[in-house]
């Protein structure tokens, strides 16, 4: 009888193995080299990517060092927000903020406002102000502040970026890419309320030195009415940096950012790349959560059969043509002590366009002793 229920056991196994990579197969990847044609923009760089894949789409320059005007306000907004613990306690509003040059709260000495209400201004009005007072009331001072935006821009790998003033008023040695743009950017829209501030077209918040006791902002990103799914970004202009621009649309799954600078139609041509590349570019779920397979594990005379799961669903965009020239291959690390426990990462699952690694990822034993052999059975009859 326990002859018999491994048989069935190693049958199902089988037979989800087989399921597995008959899922793989059909749905089609690539990498592709993002498209790099002169005639996509105007702009001095420029870089569209999917934001949760990380592909690049289209580019031009996008490793150029070039300064980026107030798409700084990024940063800065990430930094503040993941570095304050409250963001609604009612500050008072210190000097230094008061009279700051270009785009403005107009922010007035001694008045109160959240560090929420000092977001919406940064990135809907792109107040100078409201960041030089997030600075300080974050950062205690504007030098340990910019300190911590560096630090941050390394740790995210954000080795072409440095930052000099908190708000993108020009220094030569103020500068970013528009690749490093684009990668800041798809991280910061995966914090909420980096986001839901990104997104808003209009708001009111406190004003207590103006009539009327508040202030009415409003968005100057254009995208969020031009682009069916826009949720973001920043503007960004100064004579030096030109028209700069960042945008970000959700649309069937596919988030797409794009970065232009130095360009002057930028809110059409980011429109144009955008809807460029939900026209040629679908997401597809490559694998799900969870899903089950299995490969044999040998050292020296020891073999033990494995089952592995994938801790995380994956998605990636393709063109219709890529989905026709995909490969997927199982690497097991070599050497491994037999025998495996359970949630041992025993290799990687790697996928394949034409020979170009697109994507990889770590596979992980899970015990399918007596009590998972039910769990076995319900998944195959799901997958059937």
């Known amino acids: 009888m326990k002859r018999r229920n491994n048989l069935i056991t190693y049958l199902i196994i089988f037979i989800l193995i087989l399921q597995f990579f008959a899922n793989v197969f059909q749905v089609p990847h690539i990498y592709a080299m993002a498209e790099k044609e002169e005639k996509l923009t105007t702009a001095e760089s420029m870089i569209t990517v999917e934001a949760n894949s990380g592909r690049v789409l289209y580019s031009k320059d996008e490793n150029k060092r070039l300064p980026m005007a107030s798409t700084t306000k990024i940063i800065t907004a990430i930094v503040a927000i993941e570095d304050c613990k409250d963001l609604d306690t009612k500050y008072e ?43 300080i009331l974050v950062g205690g001072s504007l030098d340990k502040f910019v300190k ?16 000099v003033t908190v708000n993108g008023l020009h220094d030569d040695n103020h500068y970013t890419t528009a690749s490093d743009l684009a990668k800041v950017t798809s991280y910061a829209l995966k914090n909420e309320t980096f986001a839901e501030i990104v997104a808003t077209k209009d708001k009111t ?62 809110f059409e041509e980011c429109s144009s790349l955008m809807e460029k590349a939900f026209k040629e570019y679908s997401m597809y779920k490559l694998i799900s959560k969870g899903e089950l397979s299995e490969t ?82 319900k998944k195959l009859i799901e997958k059937f």
């Open 205 to 266: 918040i406190s004003g207590e030195s103006v009539k009327g006791g508040y202030r009415y902002l409003k968005n100057k990103n254009k995208l969020l009415k031009m682009v069916d799914g826009a949720d973001g970004v920043k503007t960004g202009y100064t004579l030096k940096a030109g028209r700069c621009f960042v945008g970000s649309a959700t649309r069937n799954n596919m988030h797409i950012v794009c970065v232009v600078l130095n360009c002057v139609p930028m």
């Open 93 to 135: 509003i210190p000097k230094e903020a008061v009279g700051i040059e270009g785009s403005s709260i107009y922010l007035r000495k001694g008045e109160h406002l959240s560090i929420r209400e000092l977001l919406y201004g940064l990135m809907l009005n792109s107040g100078n102000d409201s960041a030089v007072a997030i600075a």
């Open 148 to 163: 911590m935006m560096n630090e941050f821009c390394l740790n995210l790998g954000l080795n072409n970026t440095n930052i």
């Open 296 to 377: 044999q594990i040998k050292n020296g005379k020891k073999t033990q059969n494995i089952p592995v799961i994938l801790k995380d669903d994956i998605y990636y965009p393709f063109t219709h043509e890529e989905m026709k020239n995909v490969t997927a291959n199982l690497c097991i690390n070599e050497n491994l002590t037999l025998p495996l426990t359970e949630d041992t990462e025993i290799g990687t699952l790697e996928i394949k366009l034409e020979n170009n690694l697109i994507f990889s990822q770590k596979l992980y034993t899970i015990n399918v002793e007596n009590n998972r052999e039910e769990n076995f059975i």
